[in-house]
């Protein structure tokens, strides 16, 4: 649970105070319901959330009807209702948080994944590059040495010529 996000677990943590409040009172009749609703100080202090933490989460909570609050003399008290039992036995906002978290490291393992793809492509352009360049420089200089290689052979032919014409004539003498 270290990954999780405080907002996720300060949600179930609030949840999980409210449900235990109720806990004991499921099967016993004439509660008096108003006597187990909590305080934002009282849900601090047991869940251990600094107050203005609470109110915030409170106020989430609220939005979504996992809670609800009841005023009295301007207090307000604070009950968990069935959709939050059902959050908190439900996990929901553990799960959420999990979500996230491997949303998180999913998006970062692809970015660098793509990062190191173009890095390679990159460098392989690169290397190639200069294997083209040295290979292109090696091509010229054998283009060189074959205009030499050819610029004998044409001299020796010429030579191989006048030879044989000088022997021919010599033949026939």
Same mark, same amino acid.
């Given at each position: 649970? *270290?990954?999780?996000?405080?907002? /996720?677990?300060?949600?179930?943590?609030?949840?999980?105070?409210?449900?235990?409040?109720?806990?004991?009172?499921? +099967?016993? +009749?004439?509660?008096?319901?108003?006597? +187990?609703?909590?305080?934002?100080?009282?849900?601090?202090?047991?869940?251990?959330?600094?107050?203005?933490?609470?109110?915030?989460?409170?106020?989430?909570?609220?939005?979504?009807?996992?809670?609800?609050?009841? *005023?009295?003399?301007?207090?307000?008290?604070?009950?968990?209702?069935?959709?939050?039992?059902?959050?908190?036995?439900?996990?929901?906002?553990?799960?959420?948080?999990?979500?996230? /978290?491997?949303?998180? *490291? *999913?998006?970062?393992?692809?970015?660098?994944?793509?990062?190191?793809?173009?890095?390679?492509?990159?460098?392989? /352009?690169?290397?190639?590059?200069?294997?083209?360049?040295?290979?292109?420089?090696?091509?010229?200089?054998?283009?060189? +040495?074959?205009?030499?290689?050819?610029?004998?052979?044409?001299?020796?032919?010429?030579?191989?010529?006048?030879?044989?014409?000088?022997?021919?004539?010599?033949?026939?003498?």
């Amino acid at each position: 649970m *270290w990954y999780l996000k405080k907002k /996720f677990k300060n949600r179930h943590k609030i949840l999980e105070v409210l449900v235990k409040q109720l806990a004991p009172h499921y +099967e016993t +009749e004439n509660v008096n319901i108003y006597d +187990e609703l909590l305080l934002i100080n009282d849900i601090s202090n047991t869940s251990k959330i600094a107050k203005q933490k609470v109110i915030g989460q409170i106020d989430y909570l609220l939005h979504y009807k996992e809670i609800s609050v009841l *005023w009295s003399e301007g207090v307000p008290k604070y009950n968990v209702t069935a959709k939050g039992t059902i959050s908190y036995y439900d996990e929901k906002y553990l799960d959420q948080g999990g979500k996230i /978290f491997r949303q998180y *490291w *999913w998006e970062l393992i692809k970015g660098s994944i793509s990062l190191i793809a173009i890095i390679i492509s990159v460098s392989t /352009f690169v290397v190639n590059m200069i294997s083209t360049s040295k290979n292109n420089q090696g091509i010229e200089e054998i283009k060189t +040495e074959l205009h030499v290689i050819k610029k004998e052979i044409q001299l020796q032919k010429t030579n191989l010529k006048q030879v044989s014409q000088k022997t021919t004539k010599i033949s026939n003498k």
